[in-house]
């Protein structure tokens, strides 16, 4: 059986936390803390170099211009022409429809931490769902989230802001990174995602998930122009309520979300409370939770990363896990992960 960690389950998150007394050799003199210090990073250091492999002299620059041209066409939203109702209210949804369940509630804690089941059909719809907010293939997602959890605010995370706050927040995606670049790496991480077809075609013809996302933004514009010529004419209203859509809809909304997800591996790595003394920097960031209808409790997740949930506290309103619920309601969910106490209580009432 493979020891590589290919989903995160609360024999993981124990590696996370050195045992000093499990320790041999010259280890087994050192004190916990000295071991942290060895391992560049955790709970109690303050700052950690960029990882080994970072070459700062290779940047990515289809990920540096996606970045500048999408955020320089957001800035339509200012533009009144661009402004309406229908449009504003696009961004609201597909913030939901595409962002919340492609991201969090899909590679998130379906794939990355299999959280709970889907019909296979369901899965794949949902990866497609996932593309449509250009965030990466699902096995890469995946590994490098797998990553993120392995080596939490330790050297080898891809994006600690113990490097600095930009590093963690979109500069680690500009830069290449030997590690989180090498096919190995999703092999290790994500061998369980990538022994899917469909998945490892994704990941083999890396122009189909862009293909399938410009497609969505395609989509959006005629499926807009189209109802609006219908119900208003084929004339100017109708185009400019497309253009609104557009960028109110596809390309603020893809903005928006880089942000939200960016958010959770910066600002809730520095800002919040903790609940947990993991072995990192991870906090419950109310803002960030907000935003990401519930990612932001992320001490939380860090603690108890296997749970479909990360409402700890009655306040930790996490919208994403009523998602999945009602997914189950629908007969598209089962098998949801409850949370390490329930699991416990679970597992002694067994024994
Ligand atoms: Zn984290
Ligand atoms: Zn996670």
Redesign the pocket.
């Known amino acids: 059986m493979s020891t590589s960690p290919t989903t995160t389950t609360d024999e993981s998150r124990k590696r996370l936390a050195p045992d000093p007394s499990k320790t041999s050799g010259t280890n087994a003199a050192k004190t916990a803390s000295e071991i942290r210090k060895e391992r560049l990073g955790g709970r109690d250091a303050s700052s950690i170099p960029m990882p080994a492999q970072v070459d700062q002299k290779r940047i990515y620059y289809s990920y540096l211009i996606s970045f500048i041209v999408f955020h320089t066409l957001a800035l339509g939203v200012f533009v009144p022409w661009l402004f309406s109702w229908t449009g504003f209210a696009s961004l609201v949804v597909f913030s939901y429809a595409f962002g919340a369940v492609g991201i969090p509630i899909t590679y998130h804690r379906l794939l990355t931490h299999r959280s709970f089941k889907t019909p296979k059909w369901f899965e794949r719809f949902l990866v497609v769902i996932a593309l449509c907010n250009g965030q990466e293939t699902p096995a890469r997602w995946v590994a490098w989230h797998r990553l ?2 392995h080596e ?1 605010d330790h050297q080898e995370d891809p994006h600690s802001p113990l490097v600095n706050f930009l590093w963690s927040h979109f500069q680690w995606l500009i830069y290449e990174n030997g590690n989180t670049a090498k096919f190995s790496l999703y092999q290790k991480y994500a061998r369980d995602i990538l022994a899917d077809p469909f998945y490892m075609w994704l990941e083999k013809k890396t122009y189909a998930g862009v293909a399938i996302f410009a497609a969505h933004g395609v989509l959006i514009f005629l499926a807009t122009w189209l109802i609006g010529g219908l119900t208003m004419g084929f004339a100017m209203p109708a185009f400019q309520l497309a253009c609104s859509v557009f960028i109110w809809g596809v390309v603020a909304r893809i903005v928006v979300m880089w942000h939200v997800t960016w958010s ?2 910066s600002l ?2 520095m800002f919040g409370y903790r609940n947990y003394e993991t072995d ?1 920097h ?1 906090r419950n960031n109310w803002f960030v939770a907000l935003i990401s209808s519930g990612e932001g409790w ?1 001490n939380n ?2 603690a108890d990363q296997s749970a479909a949930t990360v409402q700890h506290k009655w306040w930790e309103f996490d919208l994403n896990y009523y998602i999945i619920v009602m997914f189950s309601w629908m007969g598209l969910a089962t098998n949801i992960v409850p949370p390490l106490h329930k699991r416990r209580a679970a597992r002694e009432k067994q024994a």
């Open positions: 993120h959890h939490s959770v591996n809730s790595h990192d991870s992320h997740h860090h």
